[in-house]
């Protein structure tokens, strides 16, 4: 199974996630099975659980060790022993190999049942107890057939299981500017959110915050109504939108097409900033009019291509 089998139109507010499931031996012996999501985005192939190399100093016991898959090592996490689950060994058991934040890592999982078309609507954010009882490690909660699925924060993981992974702006570049400009933040995750809205501050950036597509949506409405009032464009108020894609409710990919379509918005610059930026995904950003694309955690990319975008913006509204 491979990503590029699947297709699926950008922009319509959909998402598919290929279901895997973790087998935990209960302590009355019993086994039980908890099931997860993963965004097919992200998956690049499902194997056969491969021969594992150990490595010294691991950070986590979760991590098994390495293997190598056409010529390249691969991590491989344990994602059982990550969520604190005693899983019996299979020799049925698969690896979920996944590229995102321009990383590859293997994920361990006792097996894998389908893919499933959703649309982001149907996806709720977890409560408290799923939080705790997940390590913070699920993004949303959906209903499919019987049982309730879980999406799981595969970068939250891996970014906690290598700190160089994160999100970091580069001291050495001057950040002062004469002019402050406004940016729209659209992420759910409250982490990420609040740490790209604290760098760019940083840069110079006054910042909104919202926590998916539709706020986005809803308040860039407003200053549309606002600018209308005042006989003026929408970037005299918000000179940029920068989103996340994987979001519930309203995504990224949707948030940038319904911008780009509206002729009092399209001119407004919109930059998807993601761990699924990547050679292979990047059409799919093209397709909806993003402005540019950029991969987390390339935070100091993503100020200075902002902030050109905003100049070219500005000079065309001129």
Same mark, same amino acid.
């Given at each position: 199974m491979t990503q590029s089998r699947i297709?699926?139109?950008?922009?319509?507010?959909?998402?598919?996630?290929?279901?895997?499931?973790?087998?935990?031996?209960?302590?009355?012996?019993?086994?039980?099975?908890?099931?997860?999501?993963?965004?097919v985005s992200k998956v690049l192939r499902i194997i056969h659980r491969p021969a594992v190399t150990g490595m010294p100093n691991l950070s986590h016991p979760c991590i098994l060790g390495a293997f190598n898959q056409r010529s390249r090592i691969i991590p491989?996490?344990?994602?059982?022993?990550?969520?604190?689950?005693?899983?019996? $060994?299979? @020799?049925?058991?698969?690896?979920?190999?996944? *590229? =995102?934040?321009? !990383? #590859?890592?293997?994920?361990?999982?006792?097996?894998?049942?389908?893919?499933?078309?959703?649309?982001?609507?149907?996806?709720?954010?977890?409560?408290?107890?799923?939080?705790?009882?997940?390590?913070?490690?699920?993004?949303?909660?959906?209903?499919?057939?019987?049982?309730?699925?879980?999406?799981?924060?595969?970068?939250?993981?891996?970014?906690?299981?290598?700190?160089?992974?994160?999100?970091?702006? $580069?001291? @050495?570049?001057?950040?002062?500017?004469?002019? *402050? =400009?406004?940016? !729209? #933040?659209?992420?759910?995750?409250?982490?990420?959110?609040?740490?790209?809205?604290?760098?760019?501050?940083?840069?110079?950036?006054?910042?909104?915050?919202?926590?998916?597509?539709?706020?986005?949506l809803d308040y860039i409405e407003k200053l549309k109504a606002m600018a209308a009032e005042k006989n003026q464009p929408v970037s005299s108020m918000l000179q940029i939108v920068i989103s996340d894609i994987e979001m519930p409710v309203v995504d990224g990919f949707n948030l940038t097409k319904r911008i780009k379509t509206d002729p009092a918005l399209n001119h407004l610059p919109v930059i998807l900033f993601s761990s699924l930026i990547s050679e292979r995904l990047r059409h799919k950003g093209e397709s909806v009019g993003a402005d540019d694309q950029i991969s987390k955690p390339e935070i100091s990319l993503l100020t200075q291509k902002a902030r050109a975008l905003i100049e070219k913006s500005l000079q065309y509204d001129v």
């Open positions: 297709l699926l139109e950008s922009g319509t507010n959909e998402l598919e996630i290929v279901e895997f499931y973790l087998t935990e031996t209960l302590s009355n012996g019993q086994e039980y099975k908890g099931y997860y999501g993963v965004n491989l996490v344990d994602l059982s022993v990550w969520l604190s689950k005693n899983r019996p $060994d299979k @020799d049925t058991e698969k690896v979920i190999i996944t *590229e =995102f934040n321009k !990383l #590859i890592n293997g994920f361990l999982v006792s097996g894998v049942t389908r893919i499933h078309r959703l649309s982001w609507e149907q996806i709720e954010a977890p409560d408290q107890y799923t939080d705790r009882y997940s390590s913070n490690s699920i993004t949303g909660v959906v209903k499919i057939e019987d049982r309730i699925v879980f999406l799981i924060d595969l970068e939250k993981i891996i970014a906690e299981l290598n700190p160089d992974a994160g999100l970091k702006l $580069d001291e @050495d570049i001057d950040w002062k500017t004469s002019r *402050e =400009f406004t940016a !729209l #933040i659209a992420d759910d995750s409250t982490i990420i959110r609040n740490m790209i809205g604290d760098l760019l501050e940083k840069a110079g950036f006054k910042v909104i915050k919202t926590k998916n597509g539709q706020e986005a």
